[in-house]
């Protein structure tokens, strides 16, 4: 069966650290895959996108990488700071028309950033 | 520009009742879904529409359907409600990237507590 999984305990993180989230995936042939953020009681906003034939993504602090040999993306967040805190989550795409029949979501990582 | 909204915020319905969750967006995007989120369980898809006057079902589409009329709006009805469906429900909408890529823009949530 398909599976996301993402790392289900909380990660801590001093201030300043990089801060790296992982998404492994089996039995799936994702087109993309996408970051998403979660703050309690809110609904997750995109974050970053990453196709298939692309190595690495980067926006502003947050960096992606996706490895389809691996089955594996990594989240990084450089210069962590405590407004970092959130739920991150990864979703997959599959196929040629990119999700349009909706995602497929990991459970998500409480990433929590130590002052 | 509002995005999305969803209503009610909160809701606690008798087992048996009939309940509808608003969805609106302004954005004007072709695509909807509703997900329920639950502890430990992460995101799932229920139902989605690529377009107006079409519908699909998602992972957990049993209890709930939906309908859309129009570009804007797509309500989710749980005919009878069961405790099993006391989730965090939210509603959202894509907009497609260049090459073929879907990002969802997510709406606030509604809390649906059967009892």
């Known amino acids: 069966s398909q599976k996301i999984e993402q790392n289900s305990e909380a990660l801590n993180i001093q201030e300043g650290k990089t801060a790296t989230l992982t998404c492994n995936y089996t039995?799936?042939?994702?087109?993309?895959l996408q970051w998403y953020r979660q703050d309690p009681g809110r609904g997750p906003v995109f974050l970053l996108l990453?196709?298939?034939?692309?190595k690495e993504k980067r926006k502003e602090r947050l960096k992606v990488t996706f490895d389809t040999t691996l089955k594996q993306s990594l989240f990084h967040i450089t210069a962590s700071q405590p407004a970092d805190s959130a739920t991150y989550l990864c979703?997959?795409?599959?196929?040629?028309?990119?999700?349009?029949?909706?995602?497929?979501f990991g459970k998500g990582t409480h990433l929590i950033i130590q002052p | 520009i509002a995005g999305i909204t969803q209503a009610p915020t909160s809701q606690i319905l008798a087992a048996g009742r009939r309940m509808t969750l608003r969805c609106t967006q302004d954005?004007?995007?072709?695509?909807m879904y509703w997900y329920r989120q639950d502890l430990g369980l992460g995101l799932r898809l229920i139902h989605y529409s690529n377009t107006a006057g079409t519908t699909g079902k998602g992972e957990v589409p049993d209890g709930y359907s939906v309908s859309r009329a129009n570009t804007d709006d797509f309500p989710l009805t749980l005919a009878s409600a069961v405790p099993s469906q006391t989730s965090v429900y939210f509603c959202?909408?894509?907009?497609?990237?260049?090459?073929?890529?879907?990002?969802?823009?997510f709406g606030p949530g509604t809390r649906l507590t059967v009892l």
């Open positions: 959202a909408s894509s907009s497609q990237t260049s090459g073929g890529a879907v990002t969802q823009y």
């Open positions: 039995n799936y042939s994702p087109a993309y």
């Open positions: 954005m004007r995007h072709n695509a």
């Open positions: 990453i196709r298939e034939n692309e």
């Open positions: 979703a997959l795409g599959e196929g040629s028309g990119g999700g349009a029949d909706g995602l497929t």
